[in-house]
């Protein structure tokens, strides 16, 4: 594998489940990103990670929780979402936090619908 | 705060035709620029960028150049193929935030 990687690409769920997202990139980057991508809005940028340090978190609802054991891997985990979660959730890494020169490489999503 | 504004899609063309979509942005300072493209199914991938005024960046037949005095970065391209189907999302950064998104404008080239 290279780059970056997502699993599940599909997911569906209640919303009594509880999930998990996963996300590895395989370039040796040391900052990873969770965007959320739903139509006609902008991509909203939910949690960084440098040194599996969390630096940013967007004021994402608490039902959305981020894990990151490694460098190399970056989870999310859900439980008990609404429909209006249901998006496309955008994985992201860089060789440091994303500047000018640190460029971000995405993974391809995963869909996520909430019934 | 930081923001960046594009023309609304879907934008169609036909094969060969010139391409143009509009971003515009709000920012402090200098901020460098992005274009990114997400084709069917993909995440997205860089396609150019430009750091400071005046700076054009290019790939893959596309342009675009950083006006500060308009606070713009328009994205072009004089003659589509049907394989640049994508969305495409400008993008600024200001040393705030890792990357702030404009809403992306779908493009769709028939033959």
């Known amino acids: 594998e290279t780059g970056v990687t997502q699993t599940p690409r599909h997911l569906v769920m209640g919303m009594t489940n509880k999930k998990s997202l996963k996300c590895e990139q395989h370039?040796?980057?040391?900052?990873m990103y969770w965007y959320k991508q739903s139509a006609k809005k902008p991509l909203e940028l939910m949690f960084v990670?440098?040194?599996?340090?969390?630096?940013e978190n967007n004021s994402v609802p608490s039902r959305f929780s981020p894990e990151c054991p490694n460098s190399s891997h970056l989870f999310l985990h859900l439980h008990t979402l609404q429909p209006e979660d249901s998006a496309l959730y955008l994985c992201?890494?860089?060789?440091?936090?994303?500047?000018?020169?640190?460029?971000?490489?995405f993974g391809p999503g995963t869909r996520l619908t909430v019934l | 705060g930081d923001s960046v504004t594009q023309m609304e899609g879907p934008v169609t063309l036909s094969e060969e035709a010139f391409l143009t979509i509009n971003c515009t942005y709000t920012?402090?300072?200098?901020?460098?620029l992005f274009w990114y493209v997400q084709y069917p199914g993909e995440g997205l991938q860089l396609l150019l960028k430009a750091t400071k005024a005046d700076d054009k960046g290019s790939n893959k037949g596309f342009e675009a150049t950083y006006r500060k005095e308009t606070t713009s970065f328009h994205l072009e391209k004089g003659s589509v193929q049907v394989s640049d189907s994508a969305v495409y999302f400008c993008a600024l950064y200001s040393g705030n935030t890792p990357l702030v998104f404009g809403k992306g404008t779908r493009l769709s080239v028939i033959a």
């Open positions: 990670y440098n040194f599996k340090e969390q630096t």
């Open positions: 370039l040796g980057h040391n900052a």
């Open positions: 992201a890494s860089s060789q440091g936090l994303a500047s000018s020169y640190n460029e971000q490489f």
């Open positions: 920012a402090t300072g200098y901020p460098s």
